[in-house]
């Protein structure tokens, strides 16, 4: 039987890049820096320059990195999100185990909303064997994976549908959500600022999010340890919004304090 185009071109390739954890360290540390030398990351990360230059070789094949003379910077700002592509070779690993712990804890027989976003994709292939489950998604990746679960119902938003990653934004999309009340939301977020804020970067996809918290009982947030202290240009929602945040690693300072007096529970996925 041949698969349907949609399933056949949302799927991701098999070939994905994984970062390691020196790797996703040197990342972090570019990110910090804005940029940095070979040598000046040699010395922080305690491993030799050939190392350093093999990472850096390969994080920028992968679009991670961009390399000038002298060193390396990290392809980002405020205004603009990494390609699809790339956000699904970041910490893959981390994502899956995330996914796992969001699957875990996602109940037989519930409705759910899942948005737009590499680690809310994750968490769709760590669902195909729930049962009973009600899906609504404004995410054409995530249809495709959960319409392979012959026990999920997929309900998709109208709207516009972004060619750079198959999320549906705008008006429609929103409209469409607010038809809506689900016991959880399943969302993903692009960065976490130290002033307790969620941000992400198209106003359009900010706008279906603040509509998919405000439609469900429970708001659970996945993010991995990339988004903290991330800077995005739209607020979405802040801490005090969600329920429960799946992470990948501690969160580091200020944010443990920030969860504690939002109330967010937050489960780190071993």
């Known amino acids: 039987m041949t698969p ?13 890049v994984n970062t390691n954890p020196r790797q996703l360290k040197l990342l972090e540390e ?4 804005q940029s940095a030398t070979v040598e000046q990351l040699a010395d922080t990360l305690g491993v030799t320059l050939q190392t350093v230059r093999r990472d850096v070789q390969r994080l920028a094949e992968a679009g991670l990195l961009t390399r000038f003379h002298g060193g390396v910077r990290v392809p980002s700002s405020t205004v603009e999100n990494l390609a699809h592509t790339q ?81 549906i934004v705008g008006e429609a999309a929103v409209d469409f959500i607010r038809q809506f009340r689900v016991d959880i939301a399943l969302i993903g977020i692009s960065g976490i600022e130290a002033d307790g804020s969620l941000r992400d970067f198209d106003y359009r996809e900010v706008k279906v999010a603040q509509t998919i918290i405000e439609h469900a009982r429970d708001v659970w947030l996945a993010a991995d340890h990339s988004k903290f202290n991330r800077p995005a240009m739209v607020q979405l929602a802040r801490l005090d919004q969600i329920g429960r945040l799946f992470t990948d690693a501690p969160p580091p300072e200020p944010f443990p304090a920030l969860l504690q007096d939002a109330g967010v529970v937050c489960t780190v996925a071993a």
């Not at 349907?4 to 994905?16: E, G, I, K, R």
């Open 4 to 16: 349907s185009p949609l399933l056949a071109t949302s799927l991701p390739p098999s070939d994905t």
């Open 30 to 33: 570019v990110r910090t820096r």
């Open 87 to 167: 956000r699904e070779t970041l910490n893959a690993e981390g994502k899956a185990r995330i996914a796992r712990a969001v699957a875990a804890e996602v109940p037989h027989h519930c409705s759910l909303i899942l948005n737009i976003g590499t680690t809310t994709e994750a968490i769709a292939k760590a669902l195909l064997h729930h049962r009973g489950l009600r899906v609504i998604t404004n995410n054409l990746n995530v249809a495709a994976i959960l319409s392979q679960n012959p026990d999920c119902e997929v309900i998709v938003a109208g709207g516009v549908v972004r060619a750079r990653d198959r999320g």
